[in-house]
T-cell receptor
Framework: QKEVEQDPGPLSVPEGAIVSLNCTYS??????FMWYRQYSRKGPELLMY????GNKEDGRFTAQVDKSSKYISLFIRDSQPSDSATYLC?????????????FGTGTQLKVEL | DAGVTQSPTHLIKTRGQQVTLRCSPK?????VSWYQQALGQGPQFIFQ???????QRGNFPDRFSGHQFPNYSSELNVNALLLGDSALYLC???????????FGEGSWLTVV
């Protein structure tokens, strides 16, 4: 079993829809949770970063972390065609030295006109 | 403010050859990590350098080695290339163990 599980999709939604992307994890040591967006053949771009449980909002994006369920989500409101990309969740544990990220496989999102 | 820069962008190598990839971290960052991303997969952690020392290492063979220079830039070396080493190699940088981690655009390696 992988430490981080993420549905690969593809997920196709109409423009303006609310998108929900999710990851589950098994390592209870994870405390830092990130979402990255990756366009085709490009490097990952940091979207959201949260520490421990709770919600964080940034414009059209909201990240949620539920450590009791080992479940994290990214919500995209008013989705746009430019949001079409692969979304990667990533997490790390506090080790006192080093910030190795463990990624999910990524969910491919397509927002259609 | 320059982000993380990597070179070369693309390269093709033959099985058994050696390759060196280069990375300059984002301005103000002192920690560099390398990741391998196969097609359709998430990035896999190779190793991390801080203060010119390897601080963490993922589950990769000794064929993968690296170096960090006094100006914080870094190299990834892969020896005895295998077909399975074909992937996007990503460099990431941060300040210390901070979790605001930025990635470069990557180096696409094809082994034939």
């Amino acid at each position: 079993q992988k430490e981080v599980e993420q549905d690969p999709g593809p997920l196709s939604v109409p423009e303006g829809a609310i998108v929900s992307l999710n990851c589950t994890y098994s390592n209870s040591a994870f405390q830092y949770f990130m979402w990255y967006r990756q366009y085709s053949r490009k490097g990952p771009e940091l979207l959201m970063y949260t520490y421990s449980s709770g919600n964080k909002e940034d414009g059209r994006f909201t990240a949620q972390v539920d450590k009791s369920s080992k479940y994290i989500s990214l919500f995209i409101r008013d989705s746009q065609p430019s949001d079409s990309a692969t979304y990667l969740c990533a997490m790390s544990a506090f080790t006192g030295g080093g910030n190795k990220l463990t990624f999910g496989t990524g969910t491919q999102l397509k927002v259609e006109l | 403010d320059a982000g993380v820069t990597q070179s070369p962008t693309h390269l093709i190598k033959t099985r058994g050859q050696q390759v060196t990839l280069r990375c300059s971290p984002k301005s103000g960052h002192d920690t560099v990590s390398w990741y391998q991303q196969a097609l359709g997969q998430g990035p896999q952690f190779i190793f991390q350098y801080y203060e010119e020392e390897e601080r963490q290492r993922g589950n990769f063979p000794d064929r993968f080695s690296g170096h960090q220079f006094p100006n914080y830039s870094s190299e990834l070396n892969v020896n005895a290339l295998l077909l399975g080493d074909s992937a996007l190699y990503l460099c990431a940088s941060s300040l210390g163990s901070g979790n605001t981690i930025y990635f470069g655009e990557g180096s696409w390696l094809t082994v034939v």
